[in-house]
């Protein structure tokens, strides 16, 4: 994914090639990934992410596309 301007990897987005994405997918690593957005790019929401804020006594918060779910 490209950054906007303003945008820093791990705040907005953590930024990672489309290997890094394709690895991660299949295994089951995204709790949600959406269609490929117009512009080419893809986004998901990586479940090791969830654990990580979990870990720091918050509660994450998601605003999911209904059609991008993951089977479980």
Do not use: C, N
Not at 12 to 22: A, C, R
Not at 40 to 48: A, K, P, V
């Amino acid at each position: 994914m490209q950054r906007r301007e303003g945008e820093e990897d791990g705040r907005e987005y953590w930024f990672i090639s489309d290997e890094e994405f394709d690895r991660a997918a299949p295994p089951g690593e995204f709790l949600e990934v959406p269609s490929t957005f117009p512009w080419g790019q893809r986004s998901g929401t990586l479940r090791s992410e969830i654990d990580r804020i979990k870990s720091h006594g918050r509660i994450p918060l998601l605003d999911l596309e209904a059609a991008g779910r993951a089977s479980t």
